[in-house]
Nanobody, 124 residues
């Protein structure tokens, strides 16, 4: 079992930056691929970014490529999402997720554990 707690969300103006953190506890974190997803009101959950267990492979959704960066610190059992050049359409609840495998995934059903989410609001 892996427990995930997100933090770092908030209100920011368009063009600004935020860094989300996801602290993991429970079974060995370094053997889990991790991902970030988001869900805006009335919309389906959307893939944002994923990272392999070693951090050597990363993947991004088309809407965030070049603006967001996912990283992890296995010594701290934490995964990060650096979000730059934020846009109003980035407004959503952001969820951290973990897989019971070392390989990254881009679909929500591929993930086994989920955090409670953190709200990100980007004003225009």
């Amino acid at each position: 079992q892996v427990q995930l707690v997100e933090s770092g969300g908030g209100l920011v103006q368009a063009g600004g930056s935020l860094r989300l953190s996801c602290a993991a506890s429970g079974r060995t974190f370094s053997r889990n691929a991790m991902g970030w997803f988001r869900q805006a009101p009335g919309k389906e959950r959307e893939f944002v970014a994923a990272i392999s267990w070693s951090g050597g492979s990363t993947y991004y959704g088309d809407s965030v490529k070049g603006r967001f960066t996912i990283s992890r610190d296995n010594a701290k059992n934490t995964v990060y999402l650096q979000m730059n050049t934020l846009k109003p359409e980035d407004t959503a609840v952001y969820y951290c997720a973990a897989r019971r495998t070392v390989l990254s995934g881009t679909r929500s059903y591929e993930y086994d554990y989920w955090g409670q989410g953190t709200q990100v609001t980007v004003s225009s």
